[in-house]
């Protein structure tokens, strides 16, 4: 067994743990393999373990990645932060955008959107931890931005994304996770129907699973270390 298909393993292993200890359901919680930086070569591999959901931050090598995996059944989601000048390939070509934290992106997205293809799905970033150096809308400003997605067509809005600041340790992790779920649960209180929550990552996915997480994206210990090579 390789490398890549051993990691993936003890990955779902590691998530299915996660989750049982959580008390939920094992098939509530998705794995997106963020795929960034990696060859085409290694999403291969990963596909060949049975791993069809894959996430990108950098379009251009997203979109020549898939151009070379065409010939696979791949779901793929654009994670990265979205350029307004980008949105025509980004709804042209992914099944689920990530990052949108501004109404002029997504009804950018929501125009660019091709008839032939489903909506496009939608997670809300909220900047959770209110850093300076991350994207996403305020906390107190997410219900209002959701409730303006909601409405525009060919776009699904499926729920919220956030990458909450470094904390040590799970109790302290789960403090920014509990604040996505409170909001979630509250915009559905609000007349939405949100089922995503997208958060934990390598480091921090088994508190993300206990606060509700349903699509945790992990890169690192499925692919190894990154070499970011000038990426943009």
């Known amino acids: 067994m390789t490398a890549i298909l051993s990691n993936l393993q003890a990955t779902r292993e ?3 743990k996660a989750t049982i200890e959580a008390h939920r359901v094992v098939t509530e919680v998705h794995l997106l393999a963020v795929s960034k930086t990696f060859p085409a070569e290694a999403v291969r591999e990963a ?12 379009l ?3 979109l020549d990645k898939k151009a070379l995996l065409n010939d696979l059944p791949l779901e793929w989601h654009f994670i990265g932060p979205i350029q307004s000048n980008k949105t025509r390939p980004i ?17 950018r997205l929501s125009e660019q959107r091709p008839a032939d293809l489903p909506p496009l799905n939608i997670c809300l970033q909220v900047n959770v931890s209110g850093e300076e150096s991350k994207s996403g809308v305020a906390l107190n400003e997410a219900a209002q931005l959701a409730q303006e997605i909601s409405q525009l067509p060919r776009l699904k809005l499926r729920g919220l994304m956030s990458i ?10 789960r403090v ?7 909001l979630l649960q509250e915009l559905n209180q ?16 088994p508190a993300a699973i206990k606060e509700g997480a349903t699509i945790v994206r992990i890169g690192t210990a499925i692919f190894g270390t990154r070499d970011y090579g000038g990426q943009k």
Do not use: I
């Not at 709804?91 to 009804?107: I, S, Y």
């Not at 920014?176 to 409170?182: I, L, S």
């Not at 007349?191 to 996915?205: A, E, P, Q, V, W």
């Open 60 to 62: 251009q090598e997203a």
């Open 190 to 205: 609000q007349g939405l129907s949100l089922d995503t929550l997208s958060m934990g990552m390598s480091h921090d996915f």
């Open 91 to 107: 709804a042209e070509n992914f099944a689920w955008v990530h990052g949108v934290d501004r109404l002029k992106v997504a009804q």
């Open 47 to 58: 596909y060949q373990g049975g791993q069809l959901a894959f996430g990108e931050n950098y």
């Open 176 to 182: 920014a996770f509990a604040k996505m779920r409170v």
């Open 164 to 173: 909450p600041a470094p904390a040590s340790g799970e109790t302290e992790q």
């Open 14 to 16: 590691a998530v299915a």
